[in-house]
Structure formats: C-alpha cells, structure tokens
C-alpha cells in the first residue's frame, strides 16, 4: 500500500507571507498531482508533475517533483486571502507499473491566509 | 457544463437503511472512482471503475457496493448503513493513462444517525 504523508496538516498565516507545503512518500510514483478544494465543491486539480526534479509555476505557486519521484512541495509566495483552502497531493501508479489512474491522496493542508 | 454531477447533494439515514448516491459525467471518460472524505484523512479510494464493465475494489470497500450502468454513470450503494459511514462522498471521472487529472463532483454530504 502506497502512502503520501503531507504536512503540515494546518497552516494559518498573514497576507504577503510565504509557505511551503511537503507531500512525502517511500513508495515511488510515476507522477505527482496536486488539487485544491474550497468548501463544500470537489478537489480541482492545480498541477501535474511527472518527471522527477521537475518543476512547474503556475502564478504564485511553485512545485517540485523529488529527483527519486518520492514527494514533492508546494511553495506560494506572497500568500492572499484567497488563496486560502485545502490543498492535497495525490500520486498516482508505481512507476513501471500498471496504472489505472489511481490516486493516493495525502492527508491534506488546510490553509488559512489572514488580510 | 455540467462535468461530473451528483446526487443527492445531501441525505440522513437511519442505521440499518440502504441509499444509492448517483454520478453522472459527461466527459466521455473511461474511468470512474468513489472516494469519501474524512477529516484528516484526505480522500480514500472506495472503488473505481477502468472502462466500462469493470469495477475494482479501492483501499476502504467493505459495506459498498458499485454498480457501472453505463459509460456515463457509476453508482455507488450503501446497502445497510452504519454511523461508521458517515462522510462525504465524491465522485471523480478520468481518462486513462499517467498524469491524467480526476474530475470531481461537489460530493454528497451523507449523514447516518
């Protein structure tokens, strides 16, 4: 069983601050995904990262794929209110392996980001 | 554009009763899935369904049952409720293959007294 250990599991910070959120594994996975979900709605997918070391920016937010394909990050800068909401990582497969699109979902951030 | 539609939006049972929640998804995708979602627990996999007349059994599957009807639907049957399941339960449809995002419903809020 393949697990993702994604923390930390709160985060409450003020506008204009920075943050990291890790998503780690000892399983390997043949890509990395990470969603954000506001309440009430389902997961919206944000990025995919496939290649290990890979790193993808979309605005405010930057994410890596560990080089062994094994965890990943999530960093925003400059956070803002409205970037406040769950954000979960989910791999996908065993590289090498048969993948039916099988997700393993981390645990989940919930992100709080203060005016 | 209505992408993966559930119902009902929210439902009360009592212990011992039996529901289906419904997913629809007009995205032509081949892959279906049922998670719920827990607090602190992200989304767990309950079953999934690859193409079409396949169904498989995810991480946490005992007191589930699924039924693929079509390409479209996939349903997902809860056939003697237990407080145990209360939870949120979403739907997702993906195409096959490495990367490919799931799309979700906004999910069913199930509660079970």
């Known amino acids: 069983t393949q697990l993702l250990e994604q923390s930390p599991q709160f985060l409450s910070i003020q506008e204009g601050e920075n943050l990291t959120v890790y998503c780690n594994s000892s399983s390997v996975f043949s890509s990395l995904q990470w969603y954000r979900q506001e309440p009430g709605e389902g997961p919206v997918l944000l990025v995919t990262?496939?290649?290990?070391?890979e790193v993808k920016k979309l605005k405010r937010l930057t994410f890596q794929f560990g080089d062994a394909r094994k965890d990943s990050s999530l960093h925003i800068t400059a956070a803002q209110p409205g970037d406040t909401g769950l954000y979960l990582c989910?791999?996908?497969?065993?590289?090498?392996?048969?993948?039916?699109?099988?997700?393993?979902f981390g645990q989940g951030t919930i992100l709080t980001v203060h005016p | 554009n209505a992408g993966v539609t559930q119902t009902p939006k929210f439902q009360v049972l009592k212990t011992g009763q039996s529901m289906t929640l419904q997913c629809a998804q007009d995205m032509n995708h081949n892959s279906m899935y049922w998670y719920r979602q827990d607090p602190g627990m992200g989304l767990r996999l309950i079953y999934y369904s690859a193409s079409e007349g396949t169904t498989d059994k995810g991480e946490v599957p005992n007191g589930y049952n699924v039924s693929r009807l079509n390409k479209r639907e996939f349903s997902l049957r809860l056939e003697s409720a237990a407080p145990s399941q209360t939870s949120v339960y979403f739907c997702?449809?993906?195409?096959?293959?490495?990367?490919?995002?799931?799309?979700f419903g906004d999910g069913t809020r199930l509660s079970i007294l």
């Open positions: 990262v496939v290649t290990g070391g």
């Open positions: 997702a449809s993906s195409e096959l293959g490495r990367g490919n995002a799931q799309h």
């Open positions: 989910a791999g996908a497969g065993n590289a090498g392996g048969t993948s039916y699109g099988k997700l393993t």
